[in-house]
């Protein structure tokens, strides 16, 4: 009896799973039979590797040859299997030393004549491969572009199966391509696009600052959604692990996404969107919008116009920041680490903030609003009432000037909050708040008033001072000011929330 085993992998959700390919060949009746909860296409994988051997002038032997695929009790789908069964096939023949191939993970599908075809979605079984202290990777040609400048481990590209006896004997040819130079494209939108605006633009720097999640409010071409389009050029670069964890995450999904892209993801959802495209799920359970969305931001336009069951699901993630799906006794779990930033009209409307203009009644607005929970708006660190201001004297600043100062300012951030095991004010919990914000004694007065006054809850004080913090940080003070509480409270519409949640929050 013969006997190799090699490692592969598969993607379940957004992560890797690594599979162990097991051949045996032994004396008896010629037969090939695979095991191991296989798909059809996976199952059709003896076909291709008996063929692909043909090939290259080692055709399988007639004995009994078995396959097992383990974990047995997972379902094992696509063809990525192809390779690293033919490869474990050569090792059973003596054709190239089995003891290698221990710390080797190989993926990829064969065509008939030996040709191997990229597997795709290799990175999140690289990631796990890593971790459990595997850094060499057989892979196709064609899926090394999209995984070069990984540290730690080393990418052997493959074009045919001959090349892995080549391999072995030393005589394989040096395969590294030119590589091409990710270029972002150019923006078309800029922030020095709008006119006046000031208050807004200012809530929109300190919501991204802080990681504060925005709700704007306001009628009909008051500026509320042109803001938003442009957040993406004021957003500070992915660090490399953020990267890969999101570049993981599409390649998993099968959307297209450069491994050198920097940029934080923006996912901007239709409306019309099921719960299930939103939150993630599925018989084989897939990643949705918002873990999308990961470690960068969501937006929902139109936010009022989304169904009741999608704004509910939202309230778990933005509190724990991951989403658990249980499908036939697995639980899948999915990262969910985003910023959300919301625009809505205040009535059916659109025209209540403005004298005179609105056409609906009280009991229309309640509807209206109706949808927009106390516990979900309470999600929202920054409520504010969008209206048209006049175009200021000097011109308006660039994307570029506010993203230089955004980058800089969440620098410093990082720096106050070393120790506490955040990166934003935004994530700070209430012990840690009243530690770092260290309030004077007029600070305290000012968040007691306005809380004896219904303006704020004894809840939404911590919230107000997380972001007097993000405020103060911008303006270059050490210790938040009542000019940066009272700032806070402009940016935590009170009255609009009133009249949804009834509670003052």
Known sequence: ???????????????????????????????????????KEAAEAKERVASALRSIGHPLPSMKLTVNLSPANIKKKGTAFDFPIAVAFLACLGLIPGSELDKICILGELALNGKIHG??????????????????????????????????????????????????????????????????????????????????????EAAITGRHHLLLVGSPGSGKTMA??????????????????????????????????????????????????LIGGGQEPKAGEITLAHHGILVMDELMEFRQECLEALRQPL???RIQVNRLGWNYVFPADFQMIGTMNPCPCGFALEDGRCRCSQLKKRQ???????????????????????????????SKEIRSRVINNIQLEKERLAG????????????????????????????????????????GIHKILKLSMTLSLM???????????????????????????????
């Not at 006997?3 to 037969?31: D, W």
């Not at 730690?152 to 090349?163: A, K, N, R, V």
């Not at 927009?372 to 999600?379: A, E, N, V, Y």
């Not at 004010?425 to 260290?438: H, I, Y």
């Open 228 to 277: 938003v389009k442009r957040i993406p050029t004021i957003l500070p670069p992915l660090t490399d692990s953020q990267r890969l964890e999101v570049q993981s995450i599409y390649d998993a999904a099968g959307i297209s996404r450069n491994i050198a892209d920097w940029r934080c993801p923006v996912r901007m959802p239709h409306s019309s969107i099921p719960k299930g495209a």
């Open 1 to 39: 009896m013969m006997y190799q085993e090699v490692i592969s992998g598969i993607v379940r959700g957004v992560a890797g799973q690594l599979i162990h390919v097991e051949v045996e060949i032994r004396n008896g009746l010629p037969y090939f039979t695979m095991v191991g909860c296989l798909s």
């Open 420 to 459: 506490t095991g955040c990166s934003f004010f935004s994530e700070l919990k209430a012990e840690d708040v009243m530690r770092l914000c260290r309030p004077s004694a007029e600070v305290r007065k000012l968040l007691e008033t306005a809380a004896d006054m219904k303006k704020i809850s004894r809840r």
């Open 119 to 204: 597997a795709g979605c290799c990175l999140p079984i690289i990631l796990e491969a890593r971790k459990r202290g595997i850094h060499r990777f057989f892979l196709a040609a064609e899926d090394q572009n999209s995984l070069e400048d990984m540290d730690g481990i080393q990418i052997i590209p493959m074009e045919h199966l001959s090349d892995v006896l080549d391999y072995f004997h030393g005589t394989m040819k040096n395969r590294t391509g030119l590589r091409k130079e990710w270029v972002p494209e150019e923006e078309s939108e800029d922030f020095s696009d709008i006119r006046g605006q000031q208050h807004l633009k200012r809530a929109v």
């Open 319 to 321: 509190e724990e920041k």
């Open 368 to 398: 209206y609003l109706r949808k927009l929970s106390g516990p979900l708006l309470d999600r929202f660190d920054m409520v504010l009432t969008v209206k048209e201001e006049k175009e200021p004297a000097r011109p308006p600043e660039t």
């Open 475 to 505: 303006d270059g003070e050490d210790n938040i000011c009542p000019v940066h509480v009272l700032e806070a409270m402009t940016f935590r519409n009170t009255g609009f929330v009133e009249e949804v949640a009834g509670d003052g929050r």
